[in-house]
């Protein structure tokens, strides 16, 4: 069957500090892959996704990257967190020509 | 990618159904009524989908109406674990491509002892 691991479950980090969030997909190949990003008592921002190894669309401008180095992992970055950075982040997934997403538990980040 | 508009928050007693509405007059013929929940602090997790028959499955019944303007969730036998955020999303069902999912705010449930 197919899972999703999304680390670390909980970040603090410093304004200025660098980050990277990993998500990988056991049991596929060829997903679509997604960063979302959940203020809180917010709904859900669509930051980046992904239908293949280093294509990367971007939803909005913003001080976070995106990669994909291999099929089933996608990483978010930032090179200088920003206070507004601060959020609950999800990665998801989507199998190829497939509309239901599933979701990794998800990352909460404080910048302090 | 039509909107949706769903109450805030609603409750419901432990036991009872549950009834979540969604509107979505502008939705065009190609589209699909998608339900997710997302139980606090965590990931989003797919209900149910459709286009313009009633659905059930294990989880849930979703039911459009025949104009398709508005869906139902329900829940038959709600439980405390079913309090939850749900998000009812529709967007047309690509077939290759990026399947990107816009959520809204949902409708908070809380199940009542």
């Known amino acids: 069957s197919q899972t999703i691991h999304q680390w670390p479950a909980t970040l603090v980090q410093p304004v200025g500090s660098p980050l990277s969030l990993e998500c990988t997909v056991e049991?596929?190949?060829?997903?679509?892959l997604y960063w979302y990003r959940q203020a809180a008592g917010r709904g859900l921002q669509l930051l980046f996704y992904s239908v293949g190894i280093g294509q990367i669309s971007s939803e909005v401008p913003q001080n976070l990257s995106a990669s994909r180095p291999q099929d089933r992992q996608f990483i978010l970055s930032s090179k200088k967190l920003l206070l507004s950075d601060s959020g609950f982040y999800l990665c998801a997934w989507t199998p190829a020509a497939k509309n239901i997403q599933y979701f990794g538990a998800g990352t909460r980040l404080s910048v302090l | 990618d039509a909107k949706t508009t769903q109450p805030p928050s609603m409750d419901c007693a432990e036991g009872r159904a549950a009834n979540l509405p969604c509107n979505h007059s502008t939705i065009s013929g190609n589209e699909y009524v998608y339900w997710y929940r997302q139980i606090h602090s965590q990931g989003p997790q797919y209900i149910i989908h459709g286009l313009k028959n009633n659905e059930t499955n294990e989880m849930a019944s979703l039911i459009i109406t025949e104009d398709r303007k508005s869906s139902t969730l329900i829940l038959p036998h709600a439980t405390l674990r079913d309090t939850a955020v749900y998000y009812c999303i529709v967007r047309v069902d690509r077939g290759t491509g990026a399947n990107n999912l816009f959520f809204g705010t949902g409708t908070r449930l809380t199940v009542i002892p």
């Open positions: 049991g596929t190949s060829n997903p679509n």
